[in-house]
């Protein structure tokens, strides 16, 4: 062990303000993530005196289920406005800033190998949590302060970029679905004289409703499961999805004979649209890996590579209301969240002119271009990011 590791005890202490003057009724918990968010309990009804206060600069830590998730859910509150969290929760603070600071902490928490400590000191049951002695145990390092406080500059700043480019993605999403709410659902381009109305939505009498498969090849992943490898090749479901990426830190790999027998049904392709057909149903991924290195699994499949002139059209068609109205009419009554391929393909399709076509490609596609550009930076950005959490171990 490096000479300035230290045991996590001689740094924090743990700090209990409850709530007895009920200054706030506002109760968090702490995602797997390490975020507050707002707490998903049932707390009509409850004592909240007896609820912990939380102040800026303290920590929280939900010391249950780390067995289950394989990650302890701690953060850091930052808030001016105080909060309340469970009373189960361990709740501490630093002793002395001027030795270690609170943000570095966070960034050492964040790390994978600390959530791997904290689970090994469970024994890795289902129900196991940590104690509190078992967190002061747990060594860190200590630079100098003000080292310290330079990682923790050189983060922030990576993760303000990431933050104001997922921003510029956000609006420049909002911009695309404008457009085609203009022109696909408001109709405000042109003034046409007749419609013709469905079930979820109208056309102009000139235009054509289509299934989905007419226009577009439709698949889906498998449906077994794999077993994991120590290398090879990603598999993504559902839960990996994001806008323009998916998500490999927290998916396993498969072998490259498995890989291979995947894709025989589902091989993903640059310019592929993937489509979560079980749990949180309708997630969209839009594909812009050049090199792709995963296979799919319960997930739906949209082969718009195969006809690039469409596939910006497709992409916001699936976002629009009419695919969430046509998803939750086979969702009404149902106990299971999982759609079928079936009703994927038999998505129906609002097929416009082709002037009208051409004319929203020719607006939306610098729009997407830009929004790829984006999601490749921050991809490199997150990557320096984990880095740099990497590297505290060598300070």
């Not at 457009?179 to 042109?190: G, H, N, Q, T």
């Amino acid at each position: 062990m490096r000479s300035n590791y230290d045991v996590l005890g001689k740094h924090i202490r743990l700090v209990d303000f409850r709530n007895k003057d009920e200054v706030t009724n506002t109760v968090l918990g702490i995602s797997i993530n390490k975020e507050f968010m707002p707490s998903v309990a049932n707390v009509i009804g409850t004592d909240l005196s007896r609820y912990k206060l939380i102040q800026k600069g303290m920590f929280a830590c939900n010391p249950m289920h780390v067995g289950r998730d394989e990650r302890l859910p701690i953060a850091l509150y930052k808030d001016d406005i105080p909060a309340i969290v469970s009373p189960a929760y361990f709740m501490f603070e630093i002793i002395d800033p001027t030795i270690l600071d609170m943000d570095y902490l966070m960034m050492w928490f964040r790390r994978p190998e600390f959530d791997r400590e904290c689970w090994f000191m469970t024994d890795g049951s289902v129900r196991g949590g940590i104690t509190w002695d078992d967190l002061c145990r747990i060594s860190i390092p200590v630079p100098p302060i003000e080292k310290q406080r330079s990682i923790v500059k050189a983060y922030q700043t990576i993760t303000d970029r990431i933050a104001l480019k997922r921003k510029i993605n956000e609006n420049l999403e909002a911009t695309i679905q404008a457009v085609f709410k203009s022109l696909f659902i408001d109709y405000e381009r042109a003034t046409y004289s007749e419609f013709t109305e469905f079930e979820f939505g109208k056309y102009p009498i000139n235009w054509n409703l289509v299934d989905m498969d007419s226009l577009v090849d439709v698949r889906d992943g498998t449906h077994d499961s794999p077993s994991p490898t120590e290398s090879g090749k990603y598999l993504i479901t559902s839960r990996h999805l994001l806008p323009y990426a998916v998500d490999r830190s927290n998916a396993y790999l498969i072998s490259e004979a498995d890989f291979r027998k995947v894709n025989e049904r589902s091989k993903v392709e640059y310019g592929d649209i993937l489509f979560s057909m079980i749990g949180t149903i309708g997630t969209i991924s839009f594909i812009t890996d050049q090199k792709i290195d995963f296979a799919i699994k319960n997930v739906g499949l949209f082969r718009t590579s195969q006809n690039p002139a469409i596939r910006h059209f497709i992409l916001s068609y699936l976002k629009s209301e009419i695919v969430k109205k046509y998803i939750a009419s086979y969702m009404a009554g149902s106990t299971q969240s999982y759609v079928s391929l079936n009703v994927l393909r038999k998505i129906p399709l609002i097929l416009p002119s082709e002037d009208v076509l051409q004319y929203f490609e020719k607006q939306v596609t610098p729009l997407f271009a830009k929004m790829i550009e984006n999601t490749h930076e921050i991809t490199k950005l997150s990557d320096l990011k984990d880095a740099i959490t990497t590297s505290m171990s060598s300070h």
